[in-house]
């Protein structure tokens, strides 16, 4: 069964950094875009970030690009995302999903204090 456990939220003040990760297991991660999503509080789901297979491709929405970076390590099956000049409107729960699915994990709460 596929299974992701994100991990690495917390309190932080805005214009700090966070790193999330995503621990893989149950698929072949290496052969999968994966992607980082995130839903606010009273509000729907939002995709934030995308990377390819081989981690060479990567895409970001226009509200986190310039401060996010999505990275992999496919020989840890760990999926990664640096989150730096965080804003109080990044607020959310995190979650790792393979690209075109929904997220399968708890999430991780990243709370940014004004």
């Known amino acids: 069964d596929v299974r992701l456990v994100e991990s690495g939220g917390g309190l932080v003040q805005s214009g700090g950094s966070l790193r999330l990760s995503c621990a893989a297991s149950g698929f072949a991660f290496s052969l999968y875009t994966m992607s980082w999503i995130r839903q606010a509080p009273d509000k729907g789901q939002e995709w934030v970030s995308e990377i390819s297979s081989d981690g060479k491709t990567t895409d970001y929405s226009d509200s986190v690009k310039g401060r996010f970076t999505i990275s992999r390590d496919n020989t840890k099956n760990t999926l990664y995302l640096e989150m730096n000049s965080l804003k109080p409107e990044d607020t959310a729960v995190y979650y790792c999903?393979?690209?075109?699915?929904?997220?399968r994990g708890q999430g991780t709460q990243v709370t940014v204090s004004s």
């Open positions: 999903a393979k690209a075109g699915d929904f997220p």
